[in-house]
């Protein structure tokens, strides 16, 4: 599993965060890509922004949870498609947590 320390924080893929900046504040992602080198967070929420198109996010301006969802890291480390139907579905179930 790919983890990042980007901005003092420690990001995982598969990981649930919270939007704290920017016109999404307050909106919920799954971490789907980590790049250090460009101070990047990709973040997806299978609807706006699919797996196959994530959103970019300065790490500073997330706020990460204890949730990881194994199911989508497990699949992104496969190589996997990961339907945007069932990513939203996952989401949606962590989030009613």
Known sequence: ??????????????QVVLSRKGKDAGKWYVVVKIQPEDNRIFVSDGDKFPVSKPKAK?????????????EVAQRIARGEELDKGRLQYLLSHVREK
Request: net charge negative; glycine share 18%; no cysteine.
């Open 1 to 14: 599993m790919e983890m990042g320390l980007i901005g003092g924080s420690l990001f995982q893929i598969g």
């Open 58 to 70: 300065n790490p500073l301006h997330l706020q990460g949870t204890r949730w990881v969802i194994e």
